[in-house]
C-alpha cells in the first residue's frame, strides 16, 4: 500500500464517535492511535502504548481530563505527561514518561490526525457538516480513490418535486484520499464528504460526513440515505475485485449507483 | 431451576445474565468444560445429547441452547414482557430473527477465541474472516437504528436478542478480532455495559462510562 505514513492530514474517526470520557483505537498502517476525550471535550490523538509494559492504552478508561491505563493504572494528563504511579504513590513520576503525540483537528464533524509538525495548516470545509457513519471496506485506500476519481459512483438523490437525480461522484479534492460531492438540486443534502483512512493493505475506513439541507427533522432520512449509498460504494469497490459484476443486479436492488459504462478500468 | 455452566462460557453467560436482570433464582452447576470434557461424559450425554452447555433444568424439564433458555426464561418469569415483547407480533419477528443470528456469532467469534483461549485445533482465518461478515452485518443493523433514534437491536428497550448478541460480540477481541472497525457496535456495547444489573465475566472490560 502507499506509505500511511500519516505526513498529511488523515480521517480517524468521526466526532459523534468519540463521545466525552470514552477512548478507542485507530489502525493507520503501522501507526496504532489511542483517540480519546475528556470530559473538557478535547480530544486527543495518541500512541497506543503504555510507557510502563506496553498496554494498548485504547483499553484504558477516562477521568475527567486524564487517561488511566488498565493494566497498571498510570495515568496521562492532557498532554500525554505521567501523573500517577498507583504502586508507588510515594513517587513524583518521572518527567521523562510521556506519551507520543500526534497533531490532530476535527473538522467537518470528522477528526483528523498527522504526525509531527504542528505547522501544516489543518483540513478546511466550509459549511455545517455532520458525522454521517465511518464504513469499513476490506480494499486498500488507492483503489476506494480510485473508483471515486473514476466517477464510477453514483449518488442519487431527490429534489424538492420528489424527482431523482443522479450525479456522478466528483474526483478526490488533492489525492488525500478526501472526496467531497457537491449537490445542488437535492432537497436532502448539499453536500457530501467522504475522508478515506488507509487502515492497513487491505482495509480502508471512510469517515463521511454530510451538509443537510432542511429542517433538523429531517436530518435523519438525509443520513440514511447517505449510508444506504455507502453501503452500494462498499459492495461495488469490493466486488469489482473479486470480479463480480454489478451491472446485472436489478436496478431496485442498487437504488442509487449505477456504474457508467465509459468508466476506465 | 438450574444452571449447567461454566465461568468461561459466553452462552452460560447470556443465561447468568437474564437470571440477574429477572432478578430470579437459579442454581449454578459447574461444568468442568476445559480440561475436564465433561461436558462430552456420558452422564452429562443423558442431559444434553449434543454435548454442549448451558442446559437449564426446570421443573423437570430440560431445555438446551441458549437462546431456547432466554425465550423460555421470559416467557415465564418476565411479567413485564421487557425482555421478551411476545404481544407485538413485528417485535416477535425481529427478536426472534436476531436470537437466530446470535448462533452465527458463535460459530465464528466464539470459534476464533476456542482457537486463541482454548487452543481449539480450526480454522481460526476462517473463523475470524466470517466473524468480520457477521458484524458488519451487526454494524450496518445498528447505525439504521441509530439514524432513527433507537440504542438497541430491536424495540425501544433492550431484548433478549441484545443479551443473546452481547457476550461473544465483546469477547471477539479474545479471538483476535479486532472492533475498531465497527463504531455503531462499540457504542451498543458500552450501553449494555451501563444497563442496571449488568455485571461481567472474564475477558468483558467492564469500566462504567
Ligand atoms: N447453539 C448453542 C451453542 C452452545 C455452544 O456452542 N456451547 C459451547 C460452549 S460455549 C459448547 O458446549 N461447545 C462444545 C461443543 O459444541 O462440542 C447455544 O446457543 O447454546
Ligand atoms: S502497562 Fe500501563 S500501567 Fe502498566
Known amino acids: ?265 | 431451576m438450574k444452571l449447567y455452566d461454566y465461568v468461561l462460557s459466553g452462552n452460560c453467560y447470556k443465561i447468568r445474565l437474564l437470571v440477574r436482570f429477572l432478578e430470579i433464582e437459579c442454581e449454578i452447576v459447574a461444568v468442568d468444560f476445559y480440561p475436564g470434557r465433561e461436558h462430552k461424559s456420558a452422564a452429562f450425554l443423558g442431559i444434553n445429547p449434543l454435548g454442549q452447555i448451558p442446559v437449564l433444568e426446570d421443573d423437570g424439564l430440560v431445555i438446551r441452547d441458549a437462546q431456547a433458555i432466554l425465550l423460555y426464561l421470559a416467557n415465564k418469569y418476565d411479567g413485564h414482557g421487557r425482555w421478551w415483547p411476545s404481544g407485538d407480533p413485528r417485535l416477535v419477528g425481529e427478536v426472534t430473527m436476531w436470537l437466530v443470528f446470535a448462533d452465527r456469532i458463535t460459530a465464528t467469534s466464539s470459534a476464533a477465541r476456542m482457537h486463541d483461549v482454548l487452543g481449539y485445533d480450526l480454522d481460526v482465518g476462517a473463523a475470524r474472516a466470517g466473524a468480520r461478515s457477521v458484524f458488519r452485518v451487526l454494524e450496518d443493523h445498528l447505525t439504521d437504528r441509530e439514524f432513527g433514534g433507537h440504542e438497541w437491536i430491536a424495540g425501544p428497550a433492550p431484548t433478549i436478542a441484545d443479551i443473546a448478541c452481547f457476550p461473544y460480540t465483546a469477547l471477539a477481541h479474545d479471538g483476535g478480532i479486532d472492533l475498531s472497525p465497527w463504531p455503531a457496535i462499540r457504542r451498543w456495547l458500552r450501553r449494555f455495559t451501563n444497563l442496571p444489573g449488568f455485571f461481567t465475566m472474564p475477558g468483558i472490560d467492564h469500566i462504567r462510562r
Not at chain 1, 167 to 185: M, T, W, Y
Not at chain 1, 243 to 259: C, D
Open chain 1, 1 to 265: 500500500m502507499e506509505e500511511a505514513s500519516l505526513s498529511s492530514w488523515t480521517a480517524v474517526g468521526l466526532s459523534a464517535a468519540v463521545s466525552p470520557g470514552t477512548a478507542c483505537r485507530a489502525l493507520v498502517g503501522d501507526h496504532d492511535l489511542v483517540i480519546w476525550r475528556g470530559r473538557d471535550r478535547q480530544v486527543r490523538v495518541w500512541e497506543n502504548r503504555c510507557p510502563h509494559r506496553g498496554m494498548r492504552l485504547s483499553y484504558g478508561f477516562v477521568r475527567g481530563d486524564r487517561l488511566t491505563c488498565c493494566y497498571h493504572g498510570w495515568t496521562y494528563d492532557g498532554e500525554g505527561a505521567c501523573t500517577l504511579i498507583p504502586a508507588r504513590p510515594d513517587l513524583a513520576p518521572p518527567k521523562a514518561v510521556r506519551i507520543g503525540q500526534y497533531a490532530r483537528a476535527e473538522h467537518a464533524g470528522i477528526i483528523w490526525a498527522a504526525s509531527g509538525s504542528i505547522g501544516m495548516e489543518a483540513p478546511s470545509f466550509p459549511g455545517d457538516w455532520i458525522g454521517c457513519r465511518s464504513i469499513a471496506i476490506d480494499r486498500p485506500r488507492e483503489e476506494v480513490d480510485s473508483h471515486f476519481a473514476s466517477g464510477r459512483f453514483i449518488l442519487s438523490h431527490p429534489d424538492q418535486h420528489g424527482e431523482i437525480n443522479r450525479i456522478a461522484c466528483a474526483p478526490s479534492l488533492n489525492g488525500d484520499g478526501v472526496h467531497r460531492i457537491e449537490l445542488h438540486d437535492s432537497h436532502l443534502f448539499e453536500a457530501v464528504l467522504c475522508a478515506g483512512q488507509p487502515v492497513s493493505g487491505t482495509q480502508t475506513m471512510l469517515h463521511v460526513s454530510v451538509r443537510p439541507r432542511g429542517a433538523a427533522g429531517k436530518h435523519g432520512e438525509a443520513l440514511r440515505h447517505v449510508s444506504d449509498w455507502l453501503k452500494e460504494v462498499r459492495t461495488l469497490v469490493e466486488n469489482r475485485r473479486a470480479g463480480i459484476r454489478t451491472l446485472g443486479v436489478p436496478r431496485a436492488r442498487l437504488p442509487h449507483i449505477l456504474e457508467r459504462d465509459h468508466g476506465p478500468g
